[in-house]
């Protein structure tokens, strides 16, 4: 089970933090990653990381305002949102993958496990 929490509303410049808490499977053998869908638009993956390297990706539109970062000890994944744009506007999820696959599902958007979303809304 993924939980994913932080969203809000936000002016434009502003920042947010999404935490993503993981349950029921094993933390040290998954993969996750962040993805939007904002109203009229196909889903896109945002950000993806391994806990246990520490390796992450990031999509173009997200690249130097986003962070992902996750906390092993409490089987959480964040993702620090800053700078933030109308165009953010989105409803966030968390979703799961085996490590084994790479970032190989994320850029498919093809995850094991998702979780429900959380708003962020960005607007003055």
């Known amino acids: 089970q993924l939980q994913a929490s932080g969203g809000g509303l936000v002016q434009p410049g502003g920042s947010l933090r999404l935490s993503c808490v993981a349950s029921g499977f094993s933390f040290d053998q998954y993969a996750f990653g962040w993805f939007r869908q904002a109203p009229g638009k196909k889903r896109e993956g945002v950000s993806w990381?391994?806990?246990?390297?520490?390796?992450?990706h990031y999509g173009d539109p997200v690249k130097g305002r986003f962070a992902i970062s996750s906390d092993n000890a409490k089987n959480t994944v964040y993702l620090q949102m800053n700078s933030l744009k109308p165009e953010d506007t989105a409803l966030y999820y968390c979703?799961?993958?085996?490590?084994?696959?790479?970032?190989?599902?994320?850029?498919?958007?093809?995850?094991?496990?998702w979780g429900k979303g959380t708003q962020v809304t960005v607007s003055s």
């Open positions: 990381i391994n806990p246990n390297d520490g390796s992450t």
């Open positions: 979703a799961s993958v085996r490590i084994a696959w790479g970032i190989e599902k994320f850029i498919l958007g093809s995850m094991d496990y």
